[in-house]
């Protein structure tokens, strides 16, 4: 029983020396992330930083106010284009997140390149 016990505390200990070196290696990446991000960026194509710069930066927050008080948002348009097939529309839609995904693929590549081994 003391055994198990033993082993299980330190299984735990161990997995939180983990979580810590983690942490400590996320501290660093921010407050050097600028100075290493810069070097990188510079032996990288404009659209690979931008894609990397996308990734790397969380999104800020707009909100959505709505239609303003000129605006009509209970007004149905009639002249619309036809719409997409949806099994169609499915399938470009796929296709362009693949497209997507290989290209952030290929500029978080880069990224990895420009910051070396």
């Known amino acids: 029983m003391r055994k198990r016990q033993v082993r299980e505390a330190l299984e735990f200990e161990r997995e939180r020396e983990q ?3 983690e942490q400590i290696e ?3 990446a921010e407050t050097e992330g600028a100075r290493v991000d810069a070097a ?3 032996l990288m194509s404009p659209e690979d930083v ?3 710069k996308a990734e790397l ?3 800020t927050f707009e909100a959505d ?3 303003t008080f000129f605006e009509r948002d209970d007004v149905i348009y ?3 284009e036809e719409e997409l097939d949806p099994q169609e529309a499915e399938l470009l839609r796929l296709k362009q ?3 997507d995904c290989r290209r952030t693929q290929l500029a978080f590549e880069a990224y990895l390149e420009a910051l070396g081994p």
């Open 19 to 21: 979580t810590l070196k």
């Open 26 to 28: 996320i501290v660093i």
């Open 40 to 42: 990188a960026f510079a």
């Open 50 to 52: 931008q894609i990397v």
């Open 57 to 59: 930066s969380p999104p």
């Open 65 to 67: 106010e709505g239609p």
């Open 78 to 80: 009639l002249d619309e």
């Open 97 to 99: 997140e693949l497209e």
